[in-house]
């Protein structure tokens, strides 16, 4: 069974950084692109960043020059480093990945097969 688990979040100051890591179990993911998505309460989840099978990324405006998504095949999981966060940057952060074999960047929800419970990241002013 595939599985997707977030960890690394928590309640950090305006300016500080954090680490999300997202662990995949169950195949590799090697072969396929992964991403970072984030969701406030009754808003709809948006992108956040994507990296290739290849390591090529892409990033969300808000996020460029803050965030730096990387993966580690060989220890099949993705991460997202957090830097200069703000109290906007606050919402659930969810990893997802595409099938095996779609290896492309994706900023779209749909064309991510799997995804992650979420972690909360929490900025506080």
């Known amino acids: 069974q595939v599985q997707l688990v977030e960890s690394g979040g928590g309640l950090v100051q305006s300016g500080g950084s954090l680490r999300l890591s997202c662990a995949a179990s169950?195949?590799?993911?090697?072969?396929?692109?992964m991403g970072w998505f984030r969701q406030v309460s009754g808003i709809e989840r948006e992108f956040v960043a994507t990296?290739?099978?290849?390591?090529?990324?892409d990033y969300a405006g808000s996020v460029t020059g803050r965030f730096t998504i990387s993966r580690d095949n060989a220890k099949n999981t993705m991460y997202l480093q957090m830097n200069s966060l703000a109290p906007e940057d606050t919402a659930v952060y969810y990893c997802?990945?595409?099938?095996?074999?779609?290896?492309?960047?994706?900023?779209?929800?749909?064309?991510?097969?799997?995804w992650g419970q979420g972690t909360q990241v929490t900025v506080s002013s």
């Open positions: 997802a990945a595409k099938r095996q074999g779609y290896g492309s960047l994706s900023s779209r929800v749909d064309a991510y097969d799997y």
């Open positions: 990296i290739s099978r290849n390591g090529g990324t």
């Open positions: 169950g195949r590799t993911f090697g072969s396929s692109a």
